[in-house]
Each structure stands twice: as structure tokens, then as C-alpha cells.
């Protein structure tokens, strides 16, 4: 692939070109200690930067030209590099400095984003970003601009690459083996004789989907959701502008319809959500209230949402988005109301995890909902007395790249906290590329051990928020996207066969989950028959189960 090799910095001035104010200038610069700490086999960086100085707006900054002929369509492409700044931002303060792809296509200019990131005065930020093109570009040029005007703005090593998904996934291997597996032994004696079958169940791991009240009439949802989904999530009916559009008025018929569909089918189900942050999606007649009233109504909607359920859902996400939006703070001028929302809804049912939930924080493209401030976000509410039971990614992703997405989970796994992909779609016009991406997160969210579950935003034709993201077609056939999934889940279950050793035991390593082992006597032909549960322990130690008095 000759026509899609690196495209890179090489520490000169040459066709670099600076973009907005006749004031703002490129220059070049070394810096021998950058603090960079470089994975094993990543780039080392050189040190060597273009300085982007006199910018008199956010949109100045500088360009640096792809060659024409590069970048082709239907390709995952990385923009890396690291970004920090400098003159003009105060000792250790951090700034929006945002990625665009500056796109020629037949005359027409257009702006692609590639990524976002929060850079900061006196270090480096690694650049994450990713983008893929539908035609190829006349030209094209990675635009680096933001931080507010009068700063001086450092970008490094900016690399432009193809994502190669097939040798990510060979790594993902063994790291899937680790996470997911472990050595099992069943014992049927000394001196038995005979051939075994272990098949297995179903996965430990957790997969779901969003579901409403129209939805679940259609049979080809109800079917595919029935068969290959062990939790549900309801996707409007549990919102407090579903449950009391107007003031007084509750309405719970069709959350406690839901509930009984999930009840009749063994399905779990997440609570989402009990408040929401976004100005956007609060309803008229809360934002309408002082403060007395609007505290009175909080807490009126907590008694009577999670007493009516308790015990009823595994999870609540407490207070949706709070990386984007800040509206009961701001309208009770009480910066702790999120800890007293999750400390009473522990107070009133103790059963459930309970969750943050945003978007974007998978993407590394909103400076807003970095990793880093999500963590920070989970550690002040535990810092205010906050059981976190859950960090929600919702998975809201387009364009991923495996690194992208695991750097991301690594830091929240710092935390301690376990972390669920919370509603997880990704648009893609072309359902082979879609299907493509689908594997990429699901590889990345199954292989990471700090990961416990997974939980799509829905999966049929017609019936999904985002359009471009159905698996499953309006008509019941499972398209490309779909059977990626399903090809997963069975690649995601042990099958083992085989005949007892001379000590009389039968080896294999397994899968987390529920096993049926299949034992016939050599001598006798008689068969028997054994459920057991391969359970997440110590990966040095093998699970023994003991069949000799099956």
C-alpha cells in the first residue's frame, strides 16, 4: 500500500504554512526533554517542534499538507503527533486545540474533524486523532488550530497513517486470553477411561440492547433480541421527561411494562436515568422552578422513582452527562448535589451499581470529556462521599481505532472502578466498513479487564437514534454489521473435546461462563451428563471440578 505511507513533520518550515491572522508565524524549535513517555514500540518523539506564535484568533494556526494521491477512501487513518503551549497561557493551565482534515474534494473545501484534545501549558498531549474520507481528496492538510487568542500554540511529530485493524486485533489476542479465560481440570478418577465434550453455554460476558414500548411489537427485534442479548435498557420510558412530562402527572405505565417484558424473558436491566444535566433535556416545567421548588421536586422524583423500583434494576446511570452539562448545580448553587443524588439513591435501594454515564470520552475529540476529567470526575464524587458503582461509556463512536479506544479505558481503569460500554452504536453508511468498526470496539471493550459489559443503543432497521447503525435489516435479515457481532459471540465461547489422560482427567482452558461437559465411558458407551461454571480467578491457579461422583 505504497499510496497510503506516513505522512510526517520532518522539522523544517517547508510547505507548512500558517492559517488565519497575517500576524501568526511558524518557526522551529528543539526541546531536548520533552517528558513524553513512549509505549514499547511506539514513536520516540523528536524533540523537535514548530512553534505556532502571534495568533490573534482561536482559528489560527498552522497547516501541513498531505500529498495528493495519498489518502484514499474507505480508509481508517490516525493523525498522531503531541501538541502543547506555550507563550500567552498561564503556568500549568490547559486549552481546547482541535484537529481538522482541510479537504479539496472537486472544488469544494470542506473541514473533517480528526480529534480534539486538552493541551496544557509546560507538557505534552499525545494527538488521537482518526478520520476516513468517502472519496478520494483533490488535496488535503492537517489544520491545527484553538486555544484562545494570544497563545502560542507547539505541535510535534504530526503523523498521518493508515490503521492497520488485523495486526491490532493479533495483539488483542493474548490479551483477550488473559482476561476472558482460564485453565480448567475436570477429574473423573484414576484409571477412567473415556472421551469428554465440554460445550459451552453462554459468556459471562454481558451483552444488551436499548429497547420501548413499539419496538419490542416488531418480530424480528423480538426475535434477534431474545436470542443474543442478556440485559435490556429502556431508552426514553424511565427519563423524567417521560415520567412526568408535566408536573404531577406521573407516568409509569410504560416503564412498568418494560420491566415485565425483561421480567417474562429473565433479561437485566440498567435504570437510565434517574436525572439528566443537559439544559437541553430537562423538561419545561423543572426549568421553571426556583430553587426550593426544583430541590422539592429532585426529591420527589428520587423517592418516587427508585422506591416504586427497588430492587428491580441492576444499574441506575444517577445524573446523565455531567461532563456536558452542570444544570441542577447551577439552578441549586450546590456543587455537591451530584453526591447527595447518589447517596440517595443508595438510601433508598442498595441493590444497584450505580453510574456516570457520557459521551465522547472513548473518541478523544471533545476536550470536554477527556479520560482524565472523567476520572477526576468519579474520584471528587467519591471524595464527596459517593459509592460509584460504574463509569459509562456510551459508545457513541464513529471512525475507532483500537488504540484510541483502549488508552481511554486504560486511564479509567486507574479508577478502580468497573466500566460498561453503556450505548454503543456505530455509524457507517457502507455496512462492510460499519461491521468493520463494530469489531474494532467490541475486540477492545472484550479484551480489556476493566471492562465487564457491553450495551448497544438499539440494533434494528428504523427503530435506532443514530441512522447508518442497524445490524439487523427492518425485515428480520442480519446484515454484514450484524453477523460480525454474532460471528464474536461464538468466537467468544469454548468448545472442547477429547479423552481422559492417565491420571483420569480431562484438560482445557475455557472462557468464562455456564458449561455443559459430556462424558462417555469407553468401556460401557454409558454417557453422563454435568453443568458447571468457569468463573474469573486466579489465571495461575486452574479451576477443578470434580465429576468422579457425578
Excluded at 4 to 12: A, K, L, N, P
Excluded at 24 to 50: A, F, M, Q
Excluded at 118 to 142: D, H, K, Y
Aim: proline share 4%.
Amino acid at each position: 500500500m505504497a499510496s497510503t505511507q506516513d505522512v510526517s513533520m520532518d522539522g523544517s518550515l517547508v510547505d507548512y504554512a500558517p492559517v488565519g491572522s497575517s500576524t501568526t508565524t511558524l518557526s522551529v524549535h528543539n526541546e531536548e526533554e520533552t517528558g513524553i513517555t513512549v509505549p514499547v514500540g511506539g514513536n520516540e518523539p523528536s524533540g523537535r517542534y514548530i512553534l505556532v506564535a502571534g495568533r490573534a484568533d482561536e482559528k489560527d494556526g498552522v497547516r501541513l499538507p498531505i500529498p495528493a494521491g495519498v489518502l484514499k477512501p474507505g480508509i481508517t487513518y490516525r493523525v498522531a503527533g503531541w501538541i502543547s503551549l506555550g507563550a500567552g497561557a498561564a503556568h500549568g493551565t490547559s486549552h481546547p486545540v482541535r484537529i481538522h482534515l482541510d479537504v479539496d474534494d472537486n472544488g469544494n473545501e470542506t473541514l473533517v474533524e480528526c480529534g480534539a484534545m486538552c493541551a496544557q501549558e509546560g507538557a505534552w498531549t499525545e494527538i488521537m486523532g482518526a478520520f476516513r474520507l468517502r472519496t478520494e481528496p483533490r488535496s488535503a492538510a492537517v489544520y491545527v488550530h484553538g486555544a484562545p487568542a494570544g497563545v502560542d500554540v507547539k505541535v510535534m511529530d504530526v503523523r498521518v497513517f493508515p490503521v492497520d485493524h488485523k495486526a491490532r486485533f493479533r495483539q488483542l489476542k493474548d490479551k483477550t486470553d488473559k482476561a476472558r479465560k482460564r485453565d480448567v481440570i475436570l477429574k473423573l478418577g484414576a484409571g477412567a477411561a473415556a472421551s469428554v465434550r465440554v460445550v459451552q453455554l453462554d459468556n459471562a460476558f454481558p451483552f444488551g440492547t436499548c429497547i420501548n414500548t413499539s419496538v419490542i411489537q416488531k418480530p424480528a427485534f423480538l426475535d434477534f433480541f431474545t436470542n443474543h442479548f442478556d440485559w435490556a435498557v429502556f431508552e426514553n420510558e424511565l427519563k423524567w421527561y417521560h415520567t412526568e412530562a408535566q408536573q404531577g402527572q406521573l407516568n409509569y405505565a410504560d416503564a412498568d411494562a418494560l420491566l415485565a417484558f425483561c421480567d417474562r424473558l429473565g433479561k437485566h436491566v440498567r435504570g437510565h436515568c434517574v436525572f439528566w444535566s443537559v439544559d437541553g433535556d430537562v423538561q419545561q416545567w423543572v426549568k421553571n422552578l426556583n430553587k426550593d421548588q426544583l430541590r422539592s421536586a429532585m426529591q420527589s422524583r428520587l423517592q418516587g422513582l427508585v422506591s416504586r423500583y427497588a430492587g428491580r434494576f441492576k444499574h441506575y446511570d444517577v445524573n446523565n452527562e455531567m461532563l456536558h452539562g452542570r444544570f441542577f448545580r447551577d439552578r441549586l448553587g450546590d456543587e455537591d448535589i451530584p453526591a447527595y443524588m447518589f447517596k440517595e439513591v443508595a438510601r433508598l435501594d442498595p441493590e444497584p451499581a450505580l453510574f456516570v454515564n457520557d459521551y465522547n470520552v472513548e473518541r478523544a475529540n471533545d476536550p470536554n470529556a477527556t479520560p482524565e476529567k472523567y476520572a477526576e470526575q468519579v474520584a471528587w464524587l467519591q471524595r464527596c462521599g459517593a459509592v460509584v458503582g460504574g463509569i459509562g461509556l456510551q459508545g457513541h463512536v464513529q471512525n475507532p481505532v483500537g488504540e484510541v479506544i483502549c488508552a481511554a479505558i486504560d486511564r479509567l481503569a486507574k479508577t478502580g472502578v468497573p466500566i460498561w460500554f453503556t450505548e454503543l452504536d456505530v455509524p457507517e453508511y457502507n455496512v462492510s466498513l460499519r461491521a468493520k468498526d463494530l469489531e474494532v470496539v467490541l475486540r477492545e471493550a472484550y479484551a480489556h479487564p476493566a471492562v465487564e459489559g457491553v450495551v448497544f443503543w438499539g440494533f434494528l432497521q428504523g427503530t435506532m437514534w443514530r441512522e447508518n447503525s442497524w445490524l439487523v435489516d427492518a425485515d428480520g435479515t442480519v446484515n454484514e454489521a450484524g453477523q460480525m457481532f454474532l460471528n464474536l459471540q461464538n468466537e467468544w465461547k469454548t468448545d472442547a473435546r477429547g479423552n481422559v489422560d492417565g491420571d483420569g482427567n480431562f484438560k482445557f482452558r475455557g472462557f468464562y461462563g455456564r458449561y455443559v461437559v459430556e462424558v462417555t465411558c469407553t468401556a460401557t458407551g454409558k454417557q453422563m451428563l454435568k453443568t458447571f461454571t468457569v468463573e474469573k480467578g486466579d489465571n495461575d491457579t486452574p479451576l477443578l471440578v470434580d465429576l468422579a461422583d457425578a
